[in-house]
């Protein structure tokens, strides 16, 4: 679903931000693609929406070279992939029917059709009561499940979300991680960038660390290249041989 | 195809409600500015109909020598309405011209008596076709005339018709410069209403991007609604106009009654009306196309 072949990504020269970073997600797998502040998960998120192009390296997205996509094919390949913030990115001038609404309105989709499958995935998401509220009206958790019921409303094939319990209270957080695992649960590919991790320890998901812009740990393939940081976010040997089962 | 562009305009509708005095102040610009090119194109479009409406009145005198022959006039008569600048020709005898001059000023009948004979040449009076005439054709047909033995002279207002069509020239050389600043600032301001209109909604064109809107879908709104002001900036200059020309004809007619009757005063024509108002929409358009290029180029 997710390939990535030696891909480096640098904005600036001698300044990469991606460096020779390999990566093989299937159909279906939840991965939490992890690492500290600046070591190049956003801008990976970036590349496989089609946001920027790499450097160097082949990305596959759906089978589709991200390199070649153009103006007019990214949308379409868009429309299969569902995205979330850490600052949810929710149109204050519209309500949360609308925000939603609006991965429907870009493929024109006919408006009682828009109105009915809006609804559904509100209830989905515990809204429904919340439908004609505006973003500032809501608590940060909310305007999250609105950010994740736009994202997967089109039934996407890939859900990518970064740090999207970043700014919620723990309680929060886990409503919203049970909302990703029930997307995972219905066949959608996961990928979540998070520094926090409490997120994926004990999951027994695969988990990805980017340092540095390059990929020191895979929990799938037992590659460990960690440095030993003060940071307090490296996992035990215990869980990184107990990742993905 | 109905329901998307219903959906587009809409969209239009209520990105215009959403920054009202933005808009309104475009509208207001693009009026003054359409009402600026209107009044000179209604002054214009009169004295040109003026101008034209004599310049295809045009005769030609062809004064005959003393010795010429009703013959020969005939002759000569015959020889040119082969032209197609010449549509008809026509005899006047030394006697008819007498009559005329006495009917014009009667006056001066004692002045004629005094002569010892009419000294009032005959002449051939050529009617010209006005869809031919213009200053080179004239000058050959009166060379040619005064080549011919019988022919002592060939006058159509030589002085007059050059001033005219000088005049007129200069008009519609006028009118295409204003037509060219009016299509230039109809560009500028509407591309820059939209240019703002664009950065002000940076976020919510990312998040349309984001769930996979395709550029065609961000732009069409937009190029409605530059569409929409170009138009109505048009149409409110042309009502306008209507208005200031309704009450400026009262105040008008004396001025414009002179010597040779009242000169009727006209309002543009339907297909005038329409084509600036297409114009206007188009421009508009326009305006917000080059605007979104921009942005993409920067965003």
């Known amino acids: 679903m997710i390939q990535m072949f030696h891909v480096s990504k640098s904005y600036q020269k001698d300044n990469p931000i991606l460096v020779d970073v390999n990566l093989n997600i299937e159909k279906g797998d939840f991965v939490y693609l992890t690492g500290p502040s600046g070591a190049g998960k956003t801008t990976l998120l970036k590349l496989l929406?089609?946001?920027?192009?790499?450097?160097?390296?082949?990305?596959?997205?759906?089978?589709?070279?991200?390199?070649?996509?153009?103006?007019?094919?990214?949308?379409?390949?868009?429309?299969?992939?569902?995205?979330?913030?850490?600052?949810?990115?929710?149109?204050?001038?519209?309500?949360?029917?609308?925000?939603?609404?609006?991965?429907?309105?870009?493929?024109?989709?006919?408006?009682?059709?828009?109105?009915?499958?809006?609804?559904?995935?509100?209830?989905?998401?515990?809204?429904?009561?919340?439908?004609?509220?505006?973003?500032?009206?809501?608590?940060?958790?909310?305007?999250?499940?609105?950010?994740?019921?736009?994202?997967?409303?089109?039934?996407?094939?890939?859900?990518?979300?970064?740090?999207?319990?970043?700014?919620?209270?723990?309680?929060?957080?886990?409503?919203?991680?049970?909302?990703?695992?029930?997307?995972?649960?219905?066949?959608?590919?996961?990928?979540?960038?998070?520094?926090?991790?409490?997120?994926?320890?004990?999951?027994?998901?695969?988990?990805?660390?980017?340092?540095?812009?390059?990929?020191?740990?895979?929990?799938?393939?037992?590659?460990?290249?960690?440095?030993?940081?003060?940071?307090?976010?490296?996992?035990?040997?215990?869980?990184?041989?107990?990742?993905?089962? | 195809m109905m329901r998307p562009l219903i959906y587009f305009v809409m969209k239009a509708l209520k990105s215009i409600k959403r920054t009202p005095a933005l808009t309104a102040?475009?509208?207001?610009?693009?009026?003054?500015?359409?009402?600026?090119?209107?009044?000179?194109?209604?002054?214009?479009?009169?004295?040109?109909?003026?101008?034209?409406?004599?310049?295809?009145?045009?005769?030609?005198?062809?004064?005959?020598?003393?010795?010429?022959?009703?013959?020969?006039?005939?002759?000569?008569?015959?020889?040119?309405?082969?032209?197609?600048?010449?549509?008809?020709?026509?005899?006047?005898?030394?006697?008819?011209?007498?009559?005329?001059?006495?009917?014009?000023?009667?006056?001066?009948?004692?002045?004629?008596?005094?002569?010892?004979?009419?000294?009032?040449?005959?002449?051939?009076?050529?009617e010209l076709n006005p869809e031919n005439i213009d200053i080179a054709s004239l000058e050959q047909l009166a060379s040619d005339m005064e080549k011919l033995p019988e022919v002592e002279e060939a006058l159509y207002g030589r002085e007059l018709f050059s001033k005219l069509t000088a005049f007129v020239s200069i008009l519609r050389l006028m009118g295409l410069m204003i037509g060219l600043a009016l299509v230039v600032a109809t560009l500028f301001l509407t591309a820059n209403t939209i240019r703002l209109s664009l950065y002000a909604r940076r976020e919510e064109i990312g998040i349309l991007q984001l769930v996979g809107a395709t550029r065609w879908f961000i732009r069409w709104p937009y190029l409605i609604e530059g569409l929409l002001q170009g138009f109505l900036g048009a149409a409110f200059s042309i009502l306008i106009t209507w208005l200031l020309f309704r009450a400026s004809l009262g105040p008008l007619a004396d001025v414009l009654t002179g010597p040779f009757g009242q000169i009727e005063l006209q309002f543009f024509d339907p297909l005038f009306i329409s084509k600036e108002i297409l114009a206007g929409a188009f421009l508009g358009t326009l305006g917000s196309f080059l605007a979104l290029g921009r942005f993409w180029r920067t965003a």
Not at chain 1, 161 to 173: F, I, R, S
């Open chain 2, 25 to 126: 102040a475009t509208v207001g610009m693009l009026t003054v500015i359409f009402l600026l090119f209107n009044g000179f194109a209604l002054i214009s479009h009169n004295v040109s109909t003026q101008a034209e409406r004599w310049i295809s009145s045009v005769r030609m005198t062809a004064f005959l020598e003393n010795s010429a022959t009703p013959e020969d006039a005939q002759r000569i008569a015959a020889e040119f309405t082969k032209r197609p600048l010449v549509t008809g020709a026509f005899y006047v005898t030394q006697q008819e011209a007498e009559d005329r001059f006495l009917g014009n000023f009667p006056g001066s009948k004692n002045i004629l008596e005094g002569l010892p004979k009419n000294p009032l040449p005959s002449s051939l009076e050529l």
């Open chain 1, 49 to 245: 929406f089609c946001e920027i192009a790499p450097s160097s390296g082949q990305v596959l997205v759906m089978g589709r070279n991200v390199s070649r996509t153009t103006d007019r094919t990214v949308p379409y390949m868009r429309r299969k992939i569902g995205v979330v913030f850490q600052n949810f990115r929710l149109l204050p001038n519209r309500t949360v029917t609308e925000n939603v609404a609006l991965a429907l309105e870009v493929l024109y989709l006919p408006q009682k059709w828009i109105d009915k499958t809006v609804q559904v995935m509100l209830k989905r998401v515990g809204l429904t009561h919340r439908a004609k509220a505006y973003p500032e009206q809501l608590s940060g958790g909310e305007q999250q499940r609105v950010a994740i019921a736009r994202a997967l409303i089109n039934d996407p094939i890939i859900l990518l979300a970064d740090e999207p319990t970043g700014n919620l209270d723990e309680e929060t957080t886990k409503d919203i991680m049970g909302l990703f695992n029930d997307a995972s649960a219905r066949g959608t590919t996961v990928l979540l960038a998070t520094h926090d991790p409490r997120l994926y320890m004990k999951t027994g998901r695969r988990v990805v660390r980017l340092e540095n812009g390059r990929a020191v740990y895979d929990s799938e393939l037992k590659l460990d290249q960690r440095t030993p940081t003060a940071d307090g976010l490296i996992l035990g040997r215990r869980e990184m041989d107990g990742g993905r089962r």
